[in-house]
């Protein structure tokens, strides 16, 4: 006769699978049967997660437990569903010492549990604490995790969340021999205007430019000279940008707690801002590699991404770009993996007028010019250009200016006009039921709705289709940029000098569109 496994020697707990952003349940059973003594762990484990056994072994002889001369056998269900990473030593951990009833079975598989055990026993903290904190939110069960990874999970709020230095601090809160407190939610405050635009000499219609991006979320392109300020003026735009709101913040910290870059103790409500090299690869910027891992422009959500000398980028990563502007998603396939994470950022690029850089100074420019300056824009596409609302000439600054005090308008100033028209945005998708956030967001029905121009618009709008041969995308592109030029002047609608000075806008690389 076969010999049945005790149920007092099975147990079981919950822990989650990352596939993107998307927490994967996943049930961890541990039996303890006579046998032949082991310690297996089967599931579709990877390296990783097999290595989990010598951790917990060891851990738990730093705490003077022993294990049984037994079989210990541990299951990741869903079998077939692929385990990666560290994370699953402590559920590994609260499992097995439920099976030796050291646990309280019934609290422990209540639990949803994470953290990579030290060969000591402390916890070590670990990537998707928030996306885990949110499935165990949805399933109504505690999250057992490290304390480094505490109030990064705690910030949903949706289930209590304790962490833990050590293991021998959850085994008395299971036995509530020295119960945890819930853990707080934490918030990194940072100071986006430590870089203010007070400190750029000249260039007003390049301030303004940025203005208008950050008050509608419009792309923008900068072409000059070097040294003239493009980099400067780049890493000045979070500084006018408003804060994040909470939701745009969760789903912000979502992708940077999958890629470990919330490791400052909490969740920041400053909105990104990324600026990758020119030689970075595709798997880099748009996302991929091992376990499909987002990229620059997901890690740019709700925030900013700045291309340094943007035609310098290979041209299939360029092109890559395209639909995940347009959708504000990207899909990254892979033979094991096929993810899907957001990508809603504003992009900045710029670029210098021609290779040499010297396009705009007639006595230090090549013999080439100015054929060099249309082969070297011409490296970005047509359609990419035409997804560009905003295209800016940034001539090089006067000696004189910068010898001028720096008395310019500070980024306070300009972030104030620009939160009024994202709350004037904001309003008016609210009261007309429309989903769009900001004016870049608006197209079809609602676009003629709220951005059609008036007649004398209207008419200086056709002109420039003619003349500058826009593309349906580029017309409704310049529709949207003078909403959002409309709602900074405090105007309810469209007028004449809103198209005018949306069209110059575009007159860089116009032969596009």
């Known amino acids: 006769m076969f010999e049945a496994a005790s149920p007092e020697a099975l147990s079981l707990t919950h822990t989650v699978a990352f596939e993107g952003l998307e927490a994967r349940r996943v049930e961890v059973q541990c039996a303890v049967t006579a046998g032949l003594p082991g310690f297996a762990i089967v599931g579709l484990p990877d390296k990783a997660v097999s290595e989990a056994r010598e951790r917990v072994r060891t851990a738990l002889q730093a705490m003077a437990i022993a294990l049984p001369s037994r079989r210990i056998t541990v299951n990741l269900s869903p079998a077939d569903l692929p385990k990666e990473g560290s994370h699953f030593d402590l559920p590994i951990a609260l499992a097995l010492l439920a099976a030796l009833g050291i646990l309280p079975k019934e609290r422990v598989e209540a639990s949803l549990s994470l953290g990579e055990l030290s060969l000591n026993g402390r916890l070590v903290p670990v990537l998707g604490a928030l996306p885990a904190a949110l499935a165990a939110g949805e399933d109504g069960r505690a999250l057992m995790c490290p304390s480094g990874c505490g109030a990064e999970a705690a910030w949903v709020g949706a289930t209590p969340v304790f962490a833990a230095t050590s293991l021998a601090e959850l085994v008395a809160h299971f036995t509530d021999r020295a119960p945890l407190e819930p853990a707080k939610p934490g918030e990194v405050v940072g100071d986006p205007t430590t870089k203010c635009m007070s400190e750029v000499r000249g260039q007003e ?20 000279s070097p040294g003239s300020g493009k980099s400067m003026l780049a890493a000045r735009l ?35 801002y990324r600026a990758p090299h020119h030689t970075a690869s595709m798997a880099a910027i748009v996302g ?41 998603d990207v899909v990254v396939a892979r033979a094991n993996a096929h993810v899907t994470y957001p990508c809603r950022f504003l992009l900045i690029a710029a670029a210098n007028p021609c290779r040499c850089g010297n396009l705009y100074d007639a006595s230090a420019a090549c013999s080439r010019a100015p054929i060099c300056g249309e082969d070297y824009i011409g490296k970005i596409s047509g ?23 720096a008395d310019g308008e500070t980024s306070v100033v300009i972030a104030a006009r620009v939160a009024e028209a994202r709350r004037v945005q904001a309003d008016r998708f609210a009261s007309l039921g429309a989903p769009a956030l900001v004016n870049a967001d608006v197209e079809g029905a609602l676009l003629d709705q709220i951005a059609t121009p008036d007649a004398a618009g209207k008419e200086l709008l056709l002109k420039a289709a003619e003349k500058f041969n826009l593309t349906a995308r580029g017309y409704h592109r310049v529709l949207r940029l003078a909403r959002t030029i409309a709602d900074l002047d405090g105007a309810a609608s469209v007028g004449q000098p809103h198209i005018a000075e949306a069209i110059g806008y575009r007159l860089i690389g116009a032969r596009n569109g």
């Open 238 to 272: 979070p500084g006018i940008l408003p804060p994040l709101s909470p939701a745009e913040a969760l789903d912000t910290s979502m992708i940077h707690s999958l890629s470990g870059l919330l490791n400052e103790g909490g969740i920041s409500r400053v909105r990104p």
């Open 205 to 224: 219609r390049a301030k303004r430019a940025l203005e208008i991006a950050a008050a509608g979320r419009h792309h923008l392109l900068m072409v000059g």
């Open 383 to 405: 359609p990419l250009m035409d997804r560009f609302d905003l295209r800016l000439e940034v001539p090089p600054v006067a000696y004189a200016d910068l010898d001028l005090p």
């Open 288 to 328: 991929g590699g091992r376990g499909a891992k987002p990229g620059e422009i997901s890690l740019a959500h709700n925030g900013v991404l700045f291309l340094d000398e943007f035609p310098e980028y290979p041209r299939a990563v360029l092109e890559t770009l395209r639909q995940p502007i347009e959708t504000g």
